[in-house]
């Protein structure tokens, strides 16, 4: 049996997480989407976000340099109000729930957490932040069944909830066999204002 060596890199990015509740609320009106589209790829719940920065692939040994410069940032950090809302998709591949609320606060602690990366050192492809909770993929052969699970899911208005948290998450993605599954390397709770 051969063993097993520790991965020298890890899939890195920085979100939000809505509470359970507010997830629970989407998967109830994503319930005909689920039967009607059973081929897509859907996300698990447990591990629906709202990315800030997409960092990639780092060397694990670089993650510590994060760590404390997103605990201060989160210290100082007021929670952000949002709402999921709508549906859309992103090239007829990509399904996901829109965000309302306190955008401009969401882009403002965009802007501080990819400057705290900038900061470290860290290089990162610094694009223009979509705000949008991430579902389902489509399989390649069946683009259809996003565009019109983006329709069915148009009219979808979620309750207030306020992002309390700060994620630094990693990710297995090319590390086997099966779906993506994420894992918080660690979380900060927001505490500014407190």
Known sequence: MKEQTPASTVR???????PD???????RELAPAYEAYPRMRWNRIEDWHITLAFLGEL???TVPLLRPRLAELA???RPVELALRGGGHFDERVLWSGLE???????RLTGEVRRVIKECG???EDRPLRPHLTLARSRRDDPSSVVKAAGALAAFTGR???AERLHLVGSNIGRGPGPIHYRDI????FRGGR
């Not at 609320?101 to 882009?107: A, F, Q, S, T, Y």
């Not at 660690?186 to 709770?189: F, Q, S």
């Open 12 to 18: 890195v990015f920085i979100a939000l997480a809505p």
């Open 21 to 27: 509740d507010a997830k629970e609320e989407l998967a």
């Open 59 to 61: 060397p694990v040994a």
């Open 75 to 77: 210290a100082r950090g």
């Open 101 to 107: 609320g306190d955008l401009e606060g969401l882009h």
């Open 122 to 124: 860290i290089p990162f």
């Open 160 to 162: 207030p909830w306020r």
């Open 186 to 189: 660690e979380a900060w709770d």
